[in-house]
């Protein structure tokens, strides 16, 4: 999976999430981990080497981030990482001499996934990774809201064992992992090896999200909604999410939309960094 350069233009693309940060420029990707601790200086340092080991001079940067962005491109909240809220990419990244377009991820990720969608397209992306986040189109242009913040699906209220959760905090990788004071590597391999505690923590999450999924359905009358991020890796999650989705959807609603993983997988972010960053003058 790459990119490549739009005529003779270099084009880094990054998709910086709560455990990893992917580059991506052409055919060439490099990755590292992140964490809570995660700073701005990391990820400058990060893309500084990344450049001086391609010998390159990039004209562009698109920069997805799991927060809200303000337009000027300042990152006004990141819960999953947040060291980040308060930073211009612009601003710190201004020595490098090139365009910096910062954009959310999973808008990013619609991006990408829906760059042929029709004027009367209805459907969106859904990212289950650290924490959950969708972004939705309707009649063919991006549902934003009042802020340009819509789609914070990781916050839909739920009800569970008499309290009210975040979506977040059941079937987030970061919550998920947290609940059982391991590292999320260590639920993929104990869920994989059939832990019933890891598989019950893992099935619980899933059906969160298929809750999360029915709820956009029910709302939307979507044609199309995409899943993607790294926790649909771990097994039996997936399945225990399509059930409850399928279950709690209206029947007509749910035929009417096709529930699918995304096309481009762990790239489908920064790919859609770099659409982002080629449209930005466009």
């Known amino acids: 999976m ?61 920069i997805a981030v799991p927060g809200l962005v303000a337009s000027d491109g300042e990152i006004v909240s990141c819960d999953v990482l947040p060291s980040l809220t308060g930073w211009r990419p612009e601003t710190s990244l201004k020595a490098l001499g090139c365009q910096v377009t ?32 969708a972004a939705f189109m309707t009649h063919g242009r991006r ?4 802020n340009g913040w819509a789609g914070e699906l990781g916050y839909l209220p739920l009800h569970i064992d008499g309290s009210v959760k975040r979506l977040d905090e059941i079937a987030g990788g970061g919550a998920m992992a947290t609940l059982l004071g391991i590292s999320g590597e260590a639920l993929a391999r104990l869920a994989n090896d059939d832990d019933p505690i890891a598989m019950a923590t893992v099935r619980a999450g899933g059906d969160a999200l298929g809750l999360g999924m029915a709820s956009i359905i029910n709302l939307l009358n979507p044609s199309r909604l995409a899943v993607g991020g790294g926790s649909l890796k ?20 749910w035929n009417a939309c096709i529930v699918e993983r995304v096309n481009s997988e762990d790239f489908v972010a920064v790919l859609g960094a770099i659409r982002a960053a080629r449209r930005q003058d466009a």
């Open 143 to 146: 549902l934003r809201g009042v």
């Open 102 to 133: 910062v954009i959310n991820d999973v808008e990013a990720a619609l991006l990408e996934e829906m760059q042929d969608a029709s004027d009367d397209f209805t459907g969106g992306v859904i990212m289950a990774g650290t924490a959950i986040g």
């Open 2 to 62: 790459h990119s490549t350069p739009e005529g003779n233009e270099i084009i880094i693309g990054a998709d910086l999430g709560g455990t990893k940060l992917l580059l991506l420029c052409g055919a060439f990707s490099r990755r590292f981990e992140t964490g809570p601790g995660y700073t701005p200086e990391d990820f400058s340092a990060q893309l500084r080497a990344f450049i001086d080991d391609l010998n390159i001079r990039p004209a562009r940067i698109g």
């Open 234 to 253: 771990l097994k039996g999650y997936w399945e225990a999410a399509l059930l409850t989705a399928e279950t709690h959807a209206i029947p007509s609603l």
